[in-house]
Nanobody
Framework: QVQLVESGGGLVQAGGSLRLSCAAS????????MGWFRQAPGKEREFVTT????????NYADSVKGRFTISRDNAQNTVYLQMNNLKPEDTAVYYC?????????????????WGQGTQVTVSS
């Protein structure tokens, strides 16, 4: 229903910062909760952060709390992930996802639309 395209991934040294963007299609973007999930080699896809449709509520995995910030600009149909103080264990493919409800949950199965992912590599 909604097409998602991630961008902003790349290679960064430990301690550095990176900002990911997710551009969504459609005029109903403001009705969807959005989220970021990641998958490292040999591991299952895991929850990183989600945000409610209005942007008033957010959820973060313990591993990224205090370092990552999710935000959205509903006028631009875009959600962002600001990643600071990156660590090698943050290396993964990061996926943007949309949920057909305004409330932000943390289960990947709750999100029905997914982007293709963008690679984030953090060197030590």
């Amino acid at each position: 229903q909604v097409q998602l395209v991630e961008s902003g991934g790349g290679l960064v040294q430990a301690g550095g910062s990176l900002r990911l963007s997710c551009a969504a299609s459609g005029r109903t973007f403001s009705r969807y909760a959005m989220g970021w999930f990641r998958q490292a080699p040999g591991k299952e896809r895991e929850f990183v952060t989600t945000i409610s449709a209005s942007g008033g509520s957010t959820n973060y995995a313990d591993s990224v709390k205090g370092r990552f910030t999710i935000s959205r600009d509903n006028a631009q149909n875009t959600v962002y992930l600001q990643m600071n103080n990156l660590k090698p264990e943050d290396t993964a493919v990061y996926y943007c996802a949309a949920r057909n409800f305004p409330r932000a949950t943390i289960a990947a199965a709750d999100f029905g639309s997914w982007g293709q992912g963008t690679q984030v590599t953090v060197s030590s």
